[in-house]
């Protein structure tokens, strides 16, 4: 695992040196890949304590930890400040609700929900209740660590965008539930970071063209996890452009390019590249660190701080994320281009501006 950064260095030294509240006291509910990560995490983080959890079993560096096969009894036990989830986009919702009824702070995982109405519902209880609720941001991250740092010689306005992510089966979270489960297949699973990122830049798309396909099993309905995804979009200034993402495809690779006239810039999993039109670097920014590990660092400075607003902001893009989702298995389907903004519609919520 990649070392802290300077910051996230200065953090924990505060909470070696008795951090005013002390760590934040945490369950932690989750399985799949997402546990492990989780695990990792959690060894480098001094600002979070876990002291319970369910889902997997397998403890890891966790196994003194009470485990509870329920995730309900562990919402219930003694001295809980928060809890941490990530397993399925729904249950996570679920649980969710249950913990900030008790008055327990959130932490999750993305994708929001499993529906763009089921999200909208998770953003509309979000922002009614007093407790700090999370869903992690991997685009703050980006920002934060290197998109800032970039000397920009002007405004970037990308005439074309092309994401490409592809990861071997083991990454997805949940292989081939449905998608009142998991929110879809390769494209939410593998490729939700770089959509978070794609919409902070481009915003939504006026219409989508999609094609999708599962060929690994049978018996699952396409459209609701698909093994590879190509989708086409078109925004209303005549810019364009092109997603693909797979389950078991290489190249492996996370990968979302903006070109404009004079200047491209790559986002890739390990750094922010600005290009010049003939090819050379014009700058270039590393990610370090861990994405979750700065997560939950921040999600313990938002609990201490009681910083509700600022852990809510990305909630709106997370929605949009949902849109975006569900239009390219809606336009799958139909075969016809399709529109984000349908579901705002459909749903009586306001579309974000350009």
Same mark, same amino acid.
């Given at each position: ?12 030294? $505060? ?31 001094? =600002?979070?304590?876990?002291? /319970? ?42 649980? $969710? ?30 922002? &009614? ?26 405004? =970037? ?19 081939? #539930? ?54 086409? =979009?078109?925004?209303? !200034?005549? #810019?364009?452009?092109?997603?693909? $993402?797979? =389950? #078991? ?56 701080? &009681?910083?509700? !607003? ?9 929605? /949009?994320? &949902? ?7 809606? $336009?799958?389907?139909? #075969? ?19």
């Amino acid at each position: 695992m990649p070392s802290p950064t300077n910051n996230e260095r200065k953090s924990q030294e $505060a909470a070696r040196q008795g951090r005013p509240g002390g760590p934040v006291r945490v369950g932690l509910v989750a399985d799949g890949p997402s546990l492990a990560r989780l695990m990792a995490a959690l060894d480098n983080c001094l =600002l979070i304590q876990p002291l /319970a959890r369910a889902g997997d079993p397998a403890g890891g560096s966790l196994r003194e930890v009470p485990w509870f096969g329920d995730p309900r009894t562990l919402l219930k036990q003694p001295g809980l400040e928060a809890v941490l989830l990530a397993t399925s986009p729904h249950q996570d919702s679920a649980l $969710a609700a249950m913990a900030a009824e008790q008055g327990l702070h959130v932490w999750r995982l993305p994708p929001t929900a499993a529906s763009f109405a089921e999200a909208a519902e998770v953003v509309t209880r979000a922002r &009614q209740v007093p407790t700090i609720y999370r869903v992690a941001s991997w685009w703050e991250y980006v920002s934060d660590h290197a998109w800032r740092e970039i000397h920009w010689p002007g405004e =970037l306005t990308p005439l074309f965008s092309d994401l490409r992510a592809s990861a071997p089966p083991a990454a997805a979270q949940r292989p081939h #539930g449905g998608n009142s489960d998991t929110a879809g297949g390769a494209l939410a699973q593998v490729g939700y970071p770089l959509l978070e990122a794609l919409l902070a830049v481009r915003g939504l798309p006026e219409t989508v063209a999609a094609a999708i396909g599962c060929y690994r099993t049978t018996g699952v309905a396409a459209g609701e996890s698909e093994d590879t995804a190509v989708a086409v =979009l078109r925004y209303s !200034d005549g #810019g364009a452009a092109v997603l693909r $993402a797979s =389950l #078991g495809v290489p190249p492996f690779e996370q990968c979302l390019a903006h070109h404009g006239r004079d200047l491209s810039v790559l986002l890739t999993e390990d750094e922010v590249q600005l290009v010049r039109a003939d090819g050379g670097f014009a700058d270039r920014r590393p990610l370090s660190g861990d994405f979750v590990a700065s997560e939950l660092l921040r999600f313990a400075e938002f609990v201490r701080g &009681q910083a509700r !607003d600022r852990a809510l902001a990305p909630l709106e893009r997370h929605l /949009a994320v &949902q849109a975006l989702l569900e239009t390219v298995y809606l $336009a799958a389907r139909t #075969g016809h281009p399709e529109s984000p903004r349908k579901f705002y519609q459909v749903q009586g919520w306001p579309e974000p501006q350009p």
